[in-house]
């Protein structure tokens, strides 16, 4: 029996782990992973982090995790299949067997959305991918396109432009939504297009990927740009499935939980990407994992 245990080991879940063993709580961090750093593992640079500027997302990764260890932080590998509320009591299915605890921490993270057009599925690692940093050195010297306006997209625009020969950004809008950092980096790089108001509405190939076919919303036309890659940052889903009708969750599925972290079930609480929030990034995960952490011990007591 636990007093508490933290569901995720992504910036939110370690967060939470190094507070709660300096608060000295008897925890255990669970993940299906044995690496862990969730989104930010696979994360090209990050410059947004305090005292931390420009560092990889692995080394990023790596130093939480180092971080969780030095203090001792214990970590159970499982696949959690849903969590009870026992009262006092809450039980955490997983495919390993049951875990007990007095509170639980809920910091499953998010995981990349799909485009939902033709050939996407079928062309999923022959071409299309959802990880720049991961899959990007295959494309070393050829033509890409990365699809999406926010941070992820930008940030895969240009660490692609660093290996490629031609990277084209397309965009639904024609403003990017990602930071304006961000932006200026990418209109310094000579090999990126960027392609406004345009929806992809097809990817064609047949072993592997060819074209992508693009909808100019504005002139209502469509053409077809010659690419080998595509790479599709649209926007991430929270990792809430198991938890649904457990917690209160927004239409998306992000858990109803303000920054006090506190779900609808008392003693369950939510931290990081998984939050309905404003801004999500890696310093409000972690800022998530200790007030989730403030808030069991309130809750303990
Ligand atoms: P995001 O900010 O939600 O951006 C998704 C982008 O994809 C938007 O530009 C959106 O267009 C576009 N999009 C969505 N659905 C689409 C569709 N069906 N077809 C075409 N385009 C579509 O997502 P993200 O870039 O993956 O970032 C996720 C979160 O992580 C964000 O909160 C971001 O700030 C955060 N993040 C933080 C860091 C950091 O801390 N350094 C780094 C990376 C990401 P519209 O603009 O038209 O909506």
């Not at 692995?58 to 939480?64: A, I």
């Not at 926010?150 to 950004?169: M, N, P, Q, R, S």
């Not at 961000?182 to 090999?191: E, F, G, P, T, V």
């Not at 990407?273 to 403030?294: E, M, S, Y």
Request: glycine share 10%; proline share 2%; with cysteine.
């Amino acid at each position: 029996m636990y007093d508490l245990l933290i569901i995720g080991s992504g910036p939110a879940g370690l967060g939470a782990a190094i507070y709660g063993v300096r608060a000295g709580l008897n925890l255990a961090v669970i993940d299906r992973s044995p690496i862990s750093g969730g989104q930010v593992l696979t994360t090209y640079e990050v410059d947004n982090y305090l005292g931390l500027p420009g560092i990889s997302g692995s080394d990023m990764s790596e130093r939480f995790r180092e971080h969780a260890d030095k203090l001792g932080v214990p970590f159970l590998m499982a696949e959690v299949e849903s969590v009870e509320d026992c009262g006092e009591k809450k039980l955490v299915h997983t495919d390993e067997g049951d875990y007990e605890a007095n509170a639980v921490i809920l910091a499953t993270g998010a995981t990349h959305a799909m485009l939902g057009v033709e050939g996407e599925m079928k062309l999923a690692g022959m071409g299309v991918s959802y990880c720049a940093t991961c899959d990007g050195a295959f494309f070393r010297g050829r033509t890409v396109a990365v699809i999406g306006g926010g941070d992820v997209a930008v940030e895969d625009a240009i660490f692609l432009a660093g290996l490629c020969k031609k990277v084209y950004l397309v965009h639904r809008r024609e403003a990017l939504r990602a930071a304006e950092s961000l932006q200026r980096k990418l209109r310094s790089m000579a090999n990126i297009e960027i392609v406004w108001n345009s929806e992809v509405t097809q990817i064609q190939g047949e072993d592997m990927v060819e074209a992508i076919v693009v909808y100019n919303n504005q002139t209502k036309e469509s053409h077809s740009l010659d690419v080998m890659g595509v790479f599709i940052a649209v926007g991430v889903i929270p990792n809430t499935e198991m938890f649904k009708g457990f917690v209160n969750m927004d239409e998306k599925g992000y858990i109803l939980a303000d920054e006090t972290c506190t779900t609808s079930v008392p003693g369950i609480f939510a931290a990081g990407d998984i939050r309905k929030k404003a801004l999500r990034q890696i310093i409000t995960a972690v800022a998530d994992g200790a007030n989730a952490v403030n808030s069991v011990q309130s809750y303990l007591i």
